[in-house]
Every structure is written in structure tokens, then in C-alpha cells.
């Protein structure tokens, strides 16, 4: 393609727009990883560490859940908060809030789902000695997720993965709005449809860069303090 | 303060509210926020009261909205035209400026035609046309005739991947860059003319709207400011929009 | 008071998927001080000990402590294989006084003190999954002693240790008990059960063949499976009789 | 939402193509993921067991392709697909075919990277004995894979969920063609472009009950068989 | 052949983040039959047996086999906490096998002789983890007898078998010994030590301190380390130096 050269350059040109829409779609997908994991770490866990009567299948909807499709998301996110729903008076419909709401509701399943698993992995050499100890299920889920920290990276970067690359959910709620609410995906879909590939290709690239260097960052950080303890 | 307008997709990637807003915004101080949607899901939205102003192009579809009590005043802004667009071989012989002789032409050699089939204002004329033309389009047969339940764009990308035939409105068609082997085949056709309006969503059903600053925007789209703006808009050279507030109805 | 501590295994079952590991064991302890369970691999041993801790649940049948009801009991338990944390060798003992809540100092104080009493004091810092096979197992005992238990259950404690250590660790255990700490302690180190423990439990195939007197059980055992077993006979008998 | 009730009824009444539509949802994803696996599991295990000198960078690039936007995925696709690309001879363009090729591009990096951790994790314990049986490396990761079968269910799922919702890939390659390339996700965005919520919300909640049923019936495939070696 | 198998160890160092583990570790061994490894925890030795199987590399220093090639050697390595992955008994031994490329038939053959002489023939399907400690070191040991290897390192075999299994075990080492196979032994255990090897290594603190006939090092041991050792009193002397 000889034309993405000349699409490179223009988003050379236009920089500071794309630095705005760029720094837009790392802020809302930041946040909502780590609102998303606040909540699904420890309850991934807890999914983990308990047995009870229905437990398979709470494992199995957590699961399925991983497949949540992103426009669904947005459109029950979108009734919620639009004016007329039960949350309109907060006023977040078509702003950055409403996003990372929406995004933060396709990253838990995920987020909870991988953690499950890591953690019971973990949890079938250590259940014994950790209830031994007497510690009660908050303190064995605080110790868990520390010794499993450098592991869990990969779920925390598999759900910002999810939520920067989606565009379902950012549609319906964010709207697109020019300088608002336009993120890289939303972006990336607009010159889709207008017809213009080379720049939808290389928005594209520049977000693949983006999620580089936020993978790149965690692998090292993780990396350094890993060193310690093998 | 700021607004929320609720308009198309093809109104947007025209390009055009990049033209006028900054202008509005500039006299009046309020910021205006495209939502850019299909019709259907923009007159949704409104329905909902999550926007305050709403521009689209499906007269029927606008004035139930109005009926219903959902919008108030409803006023003409613009026009624009559809063109058929198709691969300049164009093996169907279709190429004129009689929009029905082609739509039959299309059919009975059974070119591959891509309607976007998305219940759009777009869609809802292409269905007019090929019903004025005479041909039952659900009865059409054959996998000539692909419904792909997008927007103009992707119906423009893929009429350009497949060299088909589409029905594309003049402002999407002029900022497209995805041409390929396509083509404007039929145009001016005074049944191809394309009217927009522009409407209030009713503050009596939704308190939160902002009645005061969208009654300054349709105010001024159809102040001689505004449809100064619309005139001027080009791309190429070419004009995309008229203006025609306060004119009569355009026959479609 | 815990010189009375009783144990009273009544009828113990444990049928996981249908192979019998406990076939109705009976036992009452009520001697202070040491009481070593010995017995062929794969008896029931470690199984029975998970059961007097209430980490694993009979199919059938009792665990008491005479009058006192199971969770007023500060038990500890030293697996034969320690679980330990991506950590440091400090805090993966500091993981055992999470539950008392201490504050910071207090805690540290006696991490370090449960460290010095296993000669890993210069390994505080170090990570704790790198420590040799015996510098773990050490680790696992500084761990229960911060918690001061008043029922010690003890899998295999010297197994890798070098002989020194195993000594030193005899001693620790022998004044712990002198101290008033019930300890009950799996061993195949016979001789290690000759010098500390005060009466002893064998175990075959799931059941207690025999329960007496150090000195009794281990010179003039009276059942001819515990007299297999202390002549290191026994097992491959068993096994071969089984396969 | 009283609307949702009438929504299911029309759902009911499209049955036919409802189903149609479902089916190619389901043929596709599960045909990607399979695809994917075959490919990203070996590699995945491969990435957590050998070592050189670019590994952590390797991982890092395996891990932020998680973030690969769908809509890029698909461009890149039909640019290789298209008439005029370098595949065009294949004819797949807005074909099944297409769907699958963009969804497996999808999968594997999720698959690698998720088969990557786990992998990892197990292997701390399991390398030195692995090596001292002198198992070469195919070896090593044929028995990895094996121990870890119940863990990387996971993995499968998450791409599973990851395929089966997204809609900008299979849009712009499969181009949503009535009765031919239409999915779930792709009938769901139309509606909501038709702003047509409740059936664009029924055909959500369809597509997740076949989530949930994909899921459960590997939950229940995965407890029984794991059942012997707990 | 075998009988002239050379261990040659020179100037090995280990130090990693910093810490010297071992500290040019020199010893070349010759005899043929058992060589034992003894000393205190942490000492070393379970490093310096993954050194001459070669799955750790040295930060300085070579291991040799005299002039033979290392890849030429068939050897066999029994952890102190062996690996078991997620499957049946008889899954885990034929794991072994896979190098080897046996035919179906062969293999579960071996398989089943090795595991009647570990006595475990009757477990072969069960889930290997779930096995107690000492069936997972027979595991181990089965694991390592089916690949007929010429040199074994042997990591404290029998710390947690019962005094049964102990002794058969070391019969079955002793008569590998004398059909040929190099042995390389960490134990803990000086009886045991005493009964099988000829020649014994003292490491501490990452030397060999001593290293000689077995009958002579432990009885009359030359320096002061190895005296102490063999009195158990050097480990926690050592420790309370160094904290
Ligand atoms: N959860 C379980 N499922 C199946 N079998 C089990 C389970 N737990 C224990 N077993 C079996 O029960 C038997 C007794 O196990 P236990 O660990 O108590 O033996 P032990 O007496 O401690 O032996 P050792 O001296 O080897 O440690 C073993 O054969 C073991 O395989
Ligand atoms: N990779 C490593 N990183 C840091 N320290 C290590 C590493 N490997 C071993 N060590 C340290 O080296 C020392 C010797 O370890 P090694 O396992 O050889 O001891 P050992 O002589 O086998 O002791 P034991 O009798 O307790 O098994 C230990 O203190 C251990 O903590
Ligand atoms: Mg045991
Ligand atoms: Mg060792």
C-alpha cells in the first residue's frame, strides 16, 4: 500500500487532534481496568478458594460472560443511564463516564474468569497450608493474589486489551462525539466507513503502538520486580 | 453550555457539521455534540430525550416522531441528491439521469446491487424507488440484490470491493476515498432530492433537554447565516448541501 | 489446662473414590506431652493428622477434644511439603500472624525470633520458593512456632533435615512439650520417636493396630502387624500381597 | 422494558432465520478458536519454556496483541482478501470463510498469551524434572499441555467469548449479507442502528444463552473429566 | 564400561543475586558403585547433583566424565520433591519413556515391572498427586529405574519412606550399584550413608571438605567441619555464626 505512507503523515499533521483521541482512549480503557479489577480480582478469587452447591455453574456464567458482546453491553449501559432510564439523572450518557462504565462491565467477566483459574491453579498446593494458618477468607484471598501478583498481570493486560481495542460499547454510549468522546476504535470506524482504509490502517498501527508501550511498560515493571523472587 | 444533536452517519462523514459548527459555536458560545447514528437509532435517541436536537433525512419517520409528541416544530434546513453509483464498465447499461429505467435495467440483468438495508432514510428511498419502478425487491430472487444492514460507507466499501451498484447519497459519495473501479452513473433525477429537517425534542416530555440553546441552533441553520454556511460547503469543488429553508416542499 | 487436652478419633472413614484409606479408626489421646503415629507408607497417616487439624472431613465418623468445642483450640500444622508464598523467607512467615493482627513492630519481632531459633536469620530476605529442601522444612517450623499453639500436629518434621538440625529441632519440640504444648508427630525415624515420644499409635491400612507406651510398642509389640513394621518387614509384604 | 416481551415473540416468529443466523455465529467462532488453538497453544507453551535473549520483549508483543481492534484485524484482512490483494484469487471476501480467517487472527494472540502464563506458572515446578527425563522440547510442551488441559479450558473460553462478540472484524470481512454472512453480533449492531433496542437487546440475550450453553456443557465436560485427577 | 565412569567437578561457582552458594567446589570421583554426598542444609549439595546432570550451569567451573562427552551419558536424576504432572501413577512413570520412542506394548510393560518393585502395582491408575509422600518418592524412584540409566543422582531417596520401603530401596540401589549403574547419593542419613557408599563427600558451605572412604571419613573425619557434622554440631553453630 503506498498510500499509508501519506495517511502516516497526516496523522503526523494532524497531531494534536490524534494525541487527544489517543490520550481520550488510554484514559477510559486505564480506568476501566483498573475500576474492573478493584472488583474482579478478589471476586475471581473467592470464586476460586469456595466450594459451593452451585458453584460449576456460577464458574460456568463468570466464563461465559467473557463473552458479553460489546454492543449489548453499551445498549444496557445505554438504557441505564440514558435520561430516561434509572441512572439518567447522573447525566453520563454520550461522555467519558458512560465508556468507562461500559468497559468496565466487559472487563470484569474477563478479569474475574482468568483470575478464577490462576488462582485455583495455585490455590490446590496452598489451600491446606493457608487454612491451617487459620486465615480467614478475606486474608487468604489477600495472600493468594500476592503471591500470584506477577501472574495476574496477564489477566489485568488481557482485559485492557478487550477494552481498547472494543468500539460496540464506546459506540452506543460515548457516541462518538467529535473531541468528546471519540476514541481510536470509534475513530478507526468512522474513516472505515468513510472509505478511507489507509488512514483507518494506520490509526490502527498508532493504537497497536499504544498497546505496546502499555504492555511493554508492565512487562518490564513486572520483570524488575519479579528478579527478587523467581 | 453545550448540546446534544442526534443526526446521521452521512451528515457527519459529509463533513459538513466540521463546516458549521465551529461557526455556530463562534457566534453563539454553545458547543454543539454530534452523536452521528442511523436514522432509526437518531430519532431513538431522541425519543429518550438523551439528545436535544435532531437532523435527519426520513420525512415520514420525522413527522410521526413530531405526531407522537417526541419532537416539537419541525422545519426543513436542506437538501441534498442521491446518485447511483457502479463500476464504470457499467455492464447493466444503467447510466442516465432516469433513476427508475436504471433501477429495472440493474434487475433484469441482475447486476450485483448493494442496498444497505438498514432501515436508514437512505434505505427507506432506495425502497421507494425500486417499488415506483415496479420491481418487488422481496421477490427479487437471486444473490444479485445483498442487503448488508450497514451504513453508506461500508455499503460504498463493499460495492467498491465486489464492483456492484449502491444508492448513495451525493455528500457520502463526494468525501468516499475507497472508489475503486465506481463511478456516478445516474444523477439529477429531481426524484433523487433528498430532504433534511431539523427538529427540537420535546422539553415538556424531557425536562433535562435544552430547549433554549437548541432553538438557537435550528434558529440559526436556517437563519440566512447558517444557510449561507450549508452553501458554501464543498468538497472538490462541488457543492453538497442547498440550502432551502422556508422553501416549499421538494417533490419526491 | 492443656496438659489435659484429649483427642478422641472415634470411627474414622475416609473412602475417597471408592479406595478405603480410613477404615474406621478408633484412637483416644489423652497423654500430655508427645504422641508419634508411625506405619507404612500410605496407612492413613498424614490423612488422619489433616483430620485431627479439621482440614480435610471423615466420611464417617468423630473428632473431639474431650469437654472443649474444635475452634477453641490454637492448633498448627507442619505439612510434609511446606506451602509457601512468592515472597520472602520473613514474609512467608508473617503469613502465620496475619490472623492476630499484631501490630507491625510486635510482628516483626517475632518473625525475627522465630527465625533466629531455626538458623535462618540471615535468610530473612532472601525468596523463600529458593531455599533448600531443609532450610524449608525449617521455615515451616519457625512458621507454627510464632503462634504459640497449644496442639502442634507434626507430618515428617526432620525428614530432610541434616543431623545437627535434627537435633536442634528435637530439642525445640521436646522443651516445647516439657512446656505444656500437646504435640502429636508423624515419623519413620524410629529413633526419633525412641526419644521423645511418650506413647505411640501404628497405623496399617487405615486402622490403629496398636496404641501404647513408647518403650512398650517399641521393644515388645504385641499385634503381628506392628511387629512387621518395626522389623522392616512388613510394607513390601504388603504391597506385594496387594499388587 | 415492556417492549423486551414482544421482542422474544419476534424472535420466536423469525425463528427460521433467527437460527440460521445463530448456527453461522457459532460454526464460524468455534471453527476460529479451533483454528487458533491448534496454532496458539503449542506456540503459547513454546514462549513460556524456552528461553533467548528477546523473550521479555516477545511477550510483551504477544501480550498487547490481545489488543488487536477488531475493525484493524478485519481492514487488514480484506485488504489481503480483496480482488485486488494478494489473496483475492481465493474468492473468500464476505464469505464464512473470511469470518473465520479474522477471528482466528483475533484468537491467537489471546490464546498464546493466556497459554503463555499458564504454562509458565506450571512449569516452575515441572522444568527441572521435564529436562532431567530428557524430554526434547516438543515433548516437554506435549506433557505441559496435558497437565494443564483442565487449565487452559480457560483460555479456549476466553477466546470463545472474544470471538463470538465481536462484530468489527466479521462486518468488515463477512459485510453482514442477509442470509449469507449475517451473525448474531452483526444483526445486533443493525437493529441498533435501526434503533430497534428491544430486539436488538433479545438477540444479545439469545447470543449469550448460547454462550452460556457452549460454556456449561465444557464446565460439564471439564468437572467430569477432571473428577479422576483432582 | 561403566565401572570407569569419571565425575570430574572443578572450581564450580554458583553465586546468584549475589550469594555465594557454591564457592569453587573441587572433587573428582572415580570409584565405581555409591558415592554419597553429605552436609548441612543449605550446604549445597542438591545443587552440585544438578550441576553434574547439567540442568544448572555453573557460573564458573566445569563438570566432566572423563574424556567422554556429557550428552553421551544416560542419567537419571530422583528429586527431593519430584515433578508429577496431572495424571495417573502408570502415566507419570511412562513419561520417562518418551525419549525412548518404545512401542505401546513395550512401554506399559516396563511400566508395570517398574511399578510392582516400587510396590505400587496396585496404584497405577490412581491420581498421582493424590498419592501420600512416601508413594510419590517410590513413584519417583520407578520413574528413574525404567530408562536403565548409567548414572543416577539419587536426592535424598528416602527421607520420608518408612523403615520398609527404606530398606528395600536401598537393596534395589545396592544391587544397581553392583550391576554397574554410577550412583551419586545425597542423604542425610549416616546409617545409610554407612551401609551403601564407598566413598563420601563432606561439602560445606559450598566446598567439599573432605572427601574420602566412607568407612574413614566417618569415623575418623580429618578436618574440623566434618567432625562437627558427623556430631551434629556444626549446623547450628554454623547458623548462629552467620545470623
Ligand atoms: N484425597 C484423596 N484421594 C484419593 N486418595 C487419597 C486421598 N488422600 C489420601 N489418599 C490415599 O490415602 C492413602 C493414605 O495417605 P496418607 O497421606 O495419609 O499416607 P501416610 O500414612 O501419611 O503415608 P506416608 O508415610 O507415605 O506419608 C494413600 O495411599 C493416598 O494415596
Ligand atoms: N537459584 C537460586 N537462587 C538463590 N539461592 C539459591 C538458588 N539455588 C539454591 N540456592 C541457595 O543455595 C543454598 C544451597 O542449596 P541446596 O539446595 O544445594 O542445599 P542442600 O545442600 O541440598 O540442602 P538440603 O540438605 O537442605 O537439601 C541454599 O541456601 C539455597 O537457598
Ligand atoms: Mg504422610
Ligand atoms: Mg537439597
Same mark, same amino acid.
Given at each position: 500500500?503506498?498510500?499509508? =505512507?501519506?495517511?502516516?503523515? !497526516?496523522?503526523?499533521?494532524?497531531?494534536?487532534?490524534? !494525541?487527544?483521541?489517543?490520550?481520550?482512549?488510554?484514559?477510559?480503557?486505564?480506568? &476501566?481496568?483498573?475500576?474492573?479489577? @478493584?472488583?474482579?480480582?478478589?471476586? =475471581?478469587?473467592?470464586?476460586?478458594?469456595?466450594?459451593?452447591?452451585?458453584?460449576?455453574?456460577?464458574?460456568?456464567?463468570?466464563?461465559?460472560? !467473557?463473552? @458479553?458482546?460489546?454492543?449489548?453491553? =453499551?445498549?444496557?449501559?445505554?438504557?441505564?443511564?440514558?435520561?430516561?432510564?434509572?441512572?439518567?439523572?447522573?447525566?453520563?450518557?454520550?461522555?467519558?463516564?458512560?465508556?468507562?462504565?461500559?468497559?468496565?462491565?466487559?472487563?470484569?467477566?474477563?478479569?474475574?474468569?482468568?483470575?478464577?483459574?490462576?488462582?485455583?491453579? &495455585?490455590?490446590?498446593?496452598?489451600?491446606?497450608?493457608?487454612?491451617?494458618?487459620?486465615?480467614?477468607?478475606?486474608?487468604?484471598?489477600?495472600?493468594?493474589?500476592?503471591?500470584?501478583?506477577?501472574?495476574?498481570?496477564?489477566?489485568?493486560?488481557? &482485559?485492557?486489551?478487550?477494552?481498547?481495542?472494543?468500539?460496540?460499547?464506546?459506540?452506543?454510549?460515548?457516541?462518538?462525539?467529535?473531541?468528546?468522546?471519540?476514541?481510536?476504535?470509534?475513530?478507526?470506524?468512522?474513516?472505515?466507513?468513510?472509505?478511507?482504509?489507509? @488512514?483507518?490502517?494506520?490509526?490502527?498501527?498508532?493504537?497497536?503502538?499504544?498497546? @505496546?508501550?502499555?504492555?511493554?511498560?508492565?512487562?518490564?515493571?513486572? &520483570?524488575?520486580?519479579?528478579?527478587?523472587?523467581? | 453550555?453545550?448540546?446534544?444533536?442526534?443526526?446521521?452517519?452521512?451528515?457527519?462523514?459529509?463533513?459538513?457539521?466540521?463546516?458549521?459548527?465551529?461557526?455556530?459555536?463562534?457566534?453563539?458560545?454553545?458547543?454543539?455534540?454530534?452523536?452521528?447514528?442511523?436514522?432509526?437509532?437518531?430519532?431513538?435517541?431522541?425519543?429518550?430525550?438523551?439528545?436535544?436536537?435532531?437532523?435527519?433525512?426520513?420525512?415520514?419517520? $420525522?413527522?410521526?416522531?413530531?405526531?407522537?409528541?417526541?419532537?416539537? %416544530?419541525?422545519?426543513?434546513?436542506?437538501? %441534498?441528491?442521491?446518485?447511483?453509483?457502479?463500476?464504470?464498465?457499467?455492464?447493466?447499461?444503467?447510466?442516465?439521469?432516469?433513476?427508475?429505467?436504471?433501477?429495472?435495467?440493474?434487475?433484469?440483468? $441482475?447486476?450485483?446491487?448493494?442496498?444497505?438495508?438498514?432501515?436508514?432514510?437512505?434505505?427507506?428511498?432506495?425502497?421507494?424507488?425500486?417499488?415506483?419502478?415496479?420491481?418487488?425487491?422481496?421477490?427479487?430472487?437471486?444473490?444479485?440484490?445483498?442487503?448488508?444492514?450497514?451504513?453508506?460507507?461500508?455499503?460504498l466499501n463493499m460495492a467498491s470491493a465486489s464492483n456492484a451498484y449502491v444508492l448513495s447519497d451525493r455528500g457520502t459519495w463526494l468525501s468516499f476515498k475507497n472508489r475503486g473501479e465506481l463511478a456516478i452513473l445516474v444523477e439529477g433525477d429531481r426524484r433523487l432530492f433528498n430532504q433534511y429537517g431539523v427538529m427540537l425534542v420535546n422539553p415538556e416530555k424531557h425536562p433535562d433537554v435544552q430547549a433554549t440553546e437548541g432553538q438557537a441552533f435550528i434558529d440559526w441553520l436556517v437563519s440566512d447565516e447558517g444557510q449561507q454556511a450549508i452553501g458554501d460547503y464543498r468538497i472538490d469543488g462541488q457543492q453538497l448541501f442547498?440550502? %432551502?429553508?422556508?422553501?416549499?416542499?421538494?417533490?419526491? | 489446662?492443656?496438659?489435659? +487436652?484429649?483427642?478422641?478419633?472415634?470411627?474414622?472413614?475416609?473412602?475417597?473414590?471408592?479406595?478405603?484409606?480410613?477404615?474406621?479408626?478408633?484412637?483416644?489421646?489423652? *497423654?500430655?506431652?508427645?504422641?508419634?503415629?508411625?506405619?507404612?507408607?500410605?496407612?492413613?497417616? *498424614?490423612?488422619?493428622?489433616?483430620?485431627?487439624?479439621?482440614?480435610?472431613?471423615?466420611?464417617?465418623? /468423630?473428632?473431639?477434644?474431650?469437654?472443649?468445642?474444635?475452634?477453641?483450640?490454637?492448633?498448627?500444622?507442619?505439612?510434609?511439603?511446606?506451602?509457601?508464598?512468592?515472597? *520472602?523467607?520473613?514474609?512467608?512467615?508473617?503469613?502465620?500472624?496475619?490472623?492476630?493482627?499484631?501490630?507491625?513492630?510486635?510482628?516483626?519481632?517475632?518473625?525475627?525470633?522465630?527465625?533466629?531459633?531455626?538458623?535462618?536469620?540471615?535468610?530473612?530476605?532472601?525468596?523463600?520458593?529458593? +531455599?533448600?529442601?531443609?532450610?524449608?522444612?525449617?521455615?515451616?517450623?519457625?512458621?507454627?512456632?510464632?503462634?504459640?499453639?497449644?496442639?502442634?500436629?507434626?507430618?515428617?518434621? /526432620?525428614?530432610?533435615?541434616?543431623?545437627?538440625?535434627?537435633?536442634?529441632?528435637?530439642?525445640?519440640?521436646?522443651?516445647?512439650?516439657?512446656?505444656?504444648?500437646?504435640?502429636?508427630?508423624?515419623?519413620?525415624?524410629?529413633?526419633?520417636?525412641a526419644r521423645l515420644a511418650r506413647d505411640v499409635l501404628v497405623l496399617c491400612q487405615g486402622r490403629v493396630v496398636e496404641h501404647g507406651a513408647t518403650g512398650q510398642i517399641l521393644t515388645m509389640p504385641r499385634t503381628p502387624e506392628a511387629r512387621a513394621f518395626l522389623k522392616a518387614e512388613m510394607p513390601w509384604q504388603c504391597f506385594a500381597a496387594a499388587s
Open positions: 500500500m503506498q498510500s499509508l =505512507g501519506d495517511a502516516f503523515s !497526516m496523522l503526523g499533521a494532524l497531531d494534536h487532534d490524534v !494525541m487527544a483521541i489517543a490520550w481520550l482512549s488510554l484514559r477510559v480503557s486505564l480506568s &476501566a481496568v483498573l475500576l474492573g479489577s @478493584l472488583v474482579a480480582i478478589p471476586l =475471581g478469587a473467592l470464586l476460586a478458594i469456595v466450594t459451593f452447591p452451585g458453584r460449576p455453574l456460577v464458574v460456568a456464567v463468570v466464563n461465559a460472560f !467473557m463473552g @458479553l458482546p460489546p454492543v449489548l453491553v =453499551g445498549l444496557i449501559v445505554y438504557l441505564l443511564l440514558s435520561r430516561s432510564g434509572p441512572l439518567g439523572a447522573l447525566g453520563l450518557l454520550f461522555s467519558p463516564g458512560a465508556m468507562i462504565v461500559a468497559q468496565t462491565v466487559l472487563a470484569i467477566p474477563l478479569l474475574a474468569a482468568l483470575t478464577r483459574q490462576i488462582v485455583e491453579d &495455585a490455590h490446590r498446593e496452598l489451600d491446606e497450608q493457608l487454612r491451617s494458618l487459620r486465615l480467614d477468607v478475606w486474608q487468604r484471598i489477600r495472600v493468594l493474589v500476592f503471591h500470584l501478583r506477577f501472574s495476574l498481570v496477564v489477566a489485568v493486560l488481557a &482485559a485492557f486489551g478487550r477494552a481498547i481495542s472494543e468500539v460496540g460499547a464506546v459506540l452506543v454510549v460515548g457516541g462518538n462525539i467529535d473531541g468528546y468522546t471519540r476514541t481510536m476504535t470509534t475513530a478507526i470506524s468512522l474513516e472505515t466507513q468513510k472509505g478511507d482504509l489507509p @488512514l483507518a490502517i494506520a490509526l490502527g498501527i498508532l493504537l497497536i503502538a499504544i498497546v @505496546l508501550v502499555v504492555n511493554g511498560t508492565a512487562s518490564a515493571m513486572r &520483570a524488575y520486580t519479579m528478579r527478587l523472587y523467581p | 453550555s453545550s448540546i446534544t444533536v442526534a443526526s446521521t452517519t452521512s451528515t457527519e462523514q459529509s463533513g459538513l457539521f466540521g463546516h458549521l459548527l465551529p461557526r455556530f459555536t463562534g457566534r453563539t458560545g454553545i458547543e454543539v455534540r454530534v452523536v452521528a447514528l442511523g436514522t432509526g437509532q437518531a430519532l431513538d435517541v431522541g425519543r429518550r430525550g438523551d439528545a436535544d436536537v435532531v437532523f435527519v433525512h426520513d420525512r415520514a419517520a $420525522e413527522e410521526k416522531f413530531v405526531a407522537e409528541g417526541h419532537g416539537v %416544530n419541525r422545519v426543513e434546513v436542506m437538501y %441534498n441528491d442521491f446518485v447511483i453509483a457502479g463500476p464504470k464498465s457499467d455492464p447493466a447499461k444503467a447510466a442516465g439521469s432516469d433513476i427508475l429505467q436504471a433501477l429495472q435495467r440493474i434487475a433484469a440483468t $441482475e447486476q450485483p446491487f448493494i442496498s444497505r438495508g438498514d432501515r436508514s432514510g437512505t434505505h427507506a428511498a432506495e425502497l421507494r424507488y425500486w417499488q415506483a419502478a415496479g420491481i418487488d425487491i422481496a421477490d427479487a430472487g437471486g444473490d444479485w440484490y445483498r442487503e448488508i444492514g450497514q451504513g453508506m460507507g461500508p455499503a442547498f440550502p %432551502n429553508a422556508g422553501a416549499t416542499q421538494i417533490s419526491q | 489446662m492443656t496438659a489435659g +487436652l484429649q483427642i478422641v478419633l472415634r470411627g474414622l472413614c475416609f473412602r475417597p473414590n471408592g479406595r478405603t484409606v480410613l477404615a474406621g479408626l478408633d484412637a483416644t489421646i489423652t *497423654s500430655p506431652g508427645i504422641t508419634a503415629i508411625i506405619g507404612p507408607n500410605g496407612a492413613g497417616k *498424614s490423612v488422619t493428622l489433616r483430620m485431627i487439624d479439621g482440614l480435610l472431613q471423615p466420611d464417617s465418623g /468423630t473428632v473431639r477434644f474431650g469437654p472443649r468445642p474444635p475452634e477453641s483450640i490454637r492448633r498448627s500444622f507442619v505439612f510434609q511439603r511446606p506451602g509457601l508464598i512468592r515472597a *520472602s523467607v520473613a514474609r512467608n512467615i508473617a503469613l502465620a500472624l496475619l490472623p492476630l493482627r499484631l501490630p507491625r513492630a510486635e510482628a516483626e519481632r517475632r518473625v525475627a525470633t522465630a527465625l533466629a531459633r531455626v538458623g535462618l536469620a540471615d535468610r530473612a530476605d532472601d525468596s523463600a520458593q529458593k +531455599l533448600s529442601g531443609g532450610e524449608q522444612q525449617r521455615l515451616a517450623l519457625a512458621r507454627v512456632w510464632v503462634t504459640d499453639p497449644e496442639l502442634l500436629l507434626l507430618d515428617e518434621p /526432620t525428614a530432610s533435615l541434616d543431623p545437627g538440625a535434627t537435633e536442634a529441632i528435637e530439642c525445640l519440640v521436646h522443651s516445647m512439650a516439657k512446656a505444656g504444648t500437646k504435640i502429636v508427630l508423624v515419623s519413620h525415624n524410629i529413633g526419633q520417636v
